[in-house]
């Protein structure tokens, strides 16, 4: 059980390069977040999906494109990159605990990307 | 949309000292209310949780109290330890079957002071 993962951990990209980000989970969770956290700063939510096939917009989704093809996966992808989205980005699954219904979140280990 | 706002941004306490850290919110469907805490490097963890229906709940050195009419809940750590140093967030996510946006606050950096 591993839980959610993401791939890739690092990765530096040139202004204007496109590249995907992959989140995957094994805990059969229905609501996937993608979250950037920059230096000193907190969470903030891109873009989530609240089940297989739909997406809908976090506080600041401009710049990012997000799919739910699958219910184990959620991509976030950047068509044209740029400095400003040098950051940390963490995915997280939402779940609940049967008859607890905790709605507790969890979280991958982050990807650090840095646009040069 | 849902608001939070979490205060202190920065908090230093001498060893053993309690720390408490506040978040309001503004969505009153709000039911759950969670704490991570992020040390350096790593991902956000649960840490202490309540749901509306109580108003206070512990787990050993740490707990959490809400009140919903005022709309804020704080959590609360006593005797604290070196290892209590990190940045903790609060959410405020709207009731699950609703689904949706969960929102963190801004985080607060607790130094723990030998």
């Known amino acids: 059980n591993a839980g959610v993962t993401q791939t890739p951990k690092f990765r530096v990209l040139k202004t204007g390069q496109s590249m995907t980000l992959l989140c995957a989970q094994d805990m059969n969770h229905e609501y996937m977040y993608w979250y950037r956290q920059d230096p000193g700063m907190g969470l903030r939510l891109i873009h989530y999906?609240?089940?297989?096939?739909?997406?809908a917009k976090g506080e600041v989704p401009d710049g990012y494109n997000v799919s739910r093809l699958k219910k184990q996966n959620f991509l976030l992808g950047l068509e044209s990159a740029a400095p400003s989205q040098t950051s940390v980005y963490f995915c997280?699954?939402?779940?609940?605990?049967?008859?607890?219904?905790?709605?507790?979140?969890?979280f991958g280990p982050g990807t650090r990307l840095t646009v040069l | 949309g849902e608001n939070v706002e979490q205060h202190p941004s920065t908090l230093s306490v001498q060893e053993g000292d309690s720390a408490v850290i506040k978040c309001t919110y503004s969505d009153s469907a709000s039911n759950y209310f969670p704490w991570y805490k992020q040390e350096l490097g790593k991902r956000p963890q649960l840490i202490i949780d309540?749901?509306?229906?109580?108003g206070e709940k512990k787990d050993q050195r740490i707990a959490v109290t809400l009140n919903k009419t005022a709309k804020h809940f704080s959590l609360h750590i006593t005797e604290t330890q070196p290892e209590d140093s990190a940045v903790y967030f609060c959410a405020a996510p709207p009731s699950y079957s609703s689904a949706s946006k969960i929102i963190f606050g801004s985080g607060t950096r607790l130094s723990i002071r030998p």
């Open positions: 997280a699954t939402l779940g609940t605990s049967g008859a607890a219904n905790t709605d507790t979140q969890y």
């Open positions: 999906s609240v089940g297989e096939g739909t997406t």
């Open positions: 309540i749901r509306s229906n109580v």
